[in-house]
Structure formats: C-alpha cells, structure tokens
C-alpha cells in the first residue's frame, strides 16, 4: 500500500492548477509556471485546494506510479510557490568563479578557466560578500534540475580529503585525512 501516493498534496496560496489534455498538469505560481505529464493510468484530481493521486488497482506498478507521481506534483508546488535553492562554496587558493552574460567561468587550479552556461529555467548568482570564499548559488522552480545542476559543478573539482579544496555544498562536512608524519 503507498502511503506517500494517498496523501492530498495541499495546493498552496498563489498556485493555480490546471489539468490538460492527454493527463499534462499544469501549475502557475509567484516563481513560475511547471508541466508534469502524468501516466495514463494514474488520475489526478483537484478538489477543495488539495490535489488528489489515485491509482486503478493495487498492483504493484500502480503503487510504484502512486507514490512516484504524488512526490512529483508536491515538488512542483512547492517550486512554482518557493522555488529551490543549492549553495556552493568555493575552497582553495587562486580558485574563484565570476557570472557575466549568462556563462559561469571557474578557476578550480587547473590550466585553463572552466565555462558552464546554466540550462534554461536556472539562476546562478555569485556571492563574495558575505564569507571570505566565494559561494555559487543556484536557484529555480525544478528541484531535480536544481540538484543536478549543483552536482555538476561539485563534480569538476570534488573536495580533497587532506586540505579540503574543492567545490562543495555550503553545509557539507568534507572528512579530512592526516597527512605524512614528519620522519624522525
């Protein structure tokens, strides 16, 4: 039995909902608008500000799809209302990254700047103010997208467990490794 799928997802101020042809629900909200196409076997319905999952059979698929689609439209309310928010600091010396006309540049110590344009639907915003290493901080209404776009830019220079540089999320606590001992 899908626990997740029988919870109503609770329709937020400021979302509208609307349920398309060929089972496409659509949701407009303060940050923006979101799509989800629904499977053909699962209906969705919207009634007294709460959205509805239901599924035609306990069958084990449709239980799978139950859950999996309930998550999915949660997720888009919350990000047409609030939207999502990953932060990235930048450890190191000489490594630092600038955002001018919608391409990201990083310097992460290798030979030669690194380029990455965000993909549609997604901010970046660079903050050197606030804490002494410079903080990358990505933000839009598709928490996967969101989430993949962060663990993109962690991957191109993951933290190293002796001196810690690298790219990593701004809570994570990287394990640090004792280095030589001095010979005696």
Do not use: C, W
Not at 39 to 59: A, G, T
Request: glycine share 10%; aromatic share 6%.
């Amino acid at each position: 039995m899908s626990r997740i799928g029988k919870q109503p997802v609770p329709l937020l101020k400021n979302v509208e909902f609307n349920l398309g042809a060929d089972n496409v629900v659509t949701l407009k909200g303060d940050k923006g608008e979101g799509r989800l196409r629904i499977h053909p076997e699962i209906q969705v319905e919207l009634e007294e500000n709460e959205i509805l999952v239901k599924r035609p059979s306990d069958s084990k698929n449709h239980k799978a799809l139950h859950g999996l689609y309930r998550s999915l439209l949660n997720n888009l309310v919350e990000g047409v209302a609030n939207g999502y928010k990953k932060q990235l600091e930048i450890i190191g010396v000489g490594y630092r990254a600038t955002f001018n006309n919608g391409v990201l540049e990083m310097n992460l110590g290798y030979s030669h700047p690194i380029y990455f344009v965000p993909p549609e639907g997604i901010d970046i915003e660079i903050d050197t103010k606030s804490r002494k290493n410079p903080i990358i901080i990505i933000t839009g209404i598709n928490k996967e997208l969101v989430g993949q776009v962060a663990a993109k830019l962690r991957s191109l220079r993951k933290p190293e467990p002796y001196k810690g540089k690298g790219v990593r999320y701004l809570d994570e606590q990287v394990r640090r490794k004792a280095g030589k001992s001095a010979a005696k």
